[in-house]
Each structure stands twice: as C-alpha cells, then as structure tokens.
Nanobody, 125 residues
Framework: QVQLVESGGGLVQAGGSLSVSCTAS????????MGWFRQAPGKEREFVVA????????NYADSVKGRFTISRDNAKNTVLLQMNSLKPEDTAVYYC??????????????????WGQGTQVTVSS
C-alpha cells in the first residue's frame, strides 16, 4: 500500500502562483502513474491532471490547461504541481493520487487507488 503526503498550498491572490508537492512511500514509485484532483466546498472531487509513470505523458483538465504543470522526480518519489495564473475558482482542497495499476496511464478516477490527505489552496480575488 502506498502512502501519499502532500505539502505546499496556502493562500495566494488571483493571478499568483503556488505549488503543491506529494511524496510517496511504500512501493516502487516509478512504476505507477500519478495524478492530482481537487474538491471545492459543496462540489464533487474533480480531476486536475495525470502523469505517466515515467513522466512522458500528461493529461490536463481543460480548466487548468496552460496554467498548471505537473512533473515528477522518480529519484525523490515526488510529484509536483505548479499552478500559475491562479483564479478564485481554483480554490479547493488538492489531493495527490496514485494509480492502482503498474505501467498504465490513469485516465479515470477509478484508476487511482491511493489518496493523500489533501492540502488547501485558496485564491483570493
């Protein structure tokens, strides 16, 4: 079972930048795709971005495309989400997630089997 711990996040003004990171332990990190989801108050959790096990493939939600960038460092078992040009509607708890399946690209929420505890990102207008 993989353990995921997020860090970063916080409060930023609209138009600003913020990053959140996730450190994994408990299994071979480099064999699994990773992703970020977010959940705003009163809303369902939504997909933000996914990255393949080797970082060679990514998929972004349309709402963050061009503003957010995901990357991973398999030597450090970390995945980073860099968020630029933040908007108030980006306010949410951001969750790191790990794929259930080895060497596959996680394309659906059901493909993710492990979740972090979440970290708050608040964008003020």
């Amino acid at each position: 079972q993989v353990q995921l711990v997020e860090s970063g996040g916080g409060l930023v003004q609209a138009g600003g930048s913020l990053s959140v990171s996730c450190t994994a332990s408990g299994r071979t990190f480099s064999n699994y795709g990773m992703g970020w989801f977010r959940q705003a108050p009163g809303k369902e959790r939504e997909f933000v971005v996914a990255i393949s096990w080797n970082g060679g493939r990514t998929n972004y939600a349309d709402s963050v495309k061009g503003r957010f960038t995901i990357s991973r460092d398999n030597a450090k078992n970390t995945v980073l989400l860099q968020m630029n040009s933040l908007k108030p509607e980006d306010t949410a708890v951001y969750y790191c997630a790990a794929s259930r399946y080895i060497f596959t690209f996680p394309s659906r929420q059901e493909d993710f089997g492990s979740w972090g505890q979440g970290t708050q990102v608040t964008v003020s207008s």
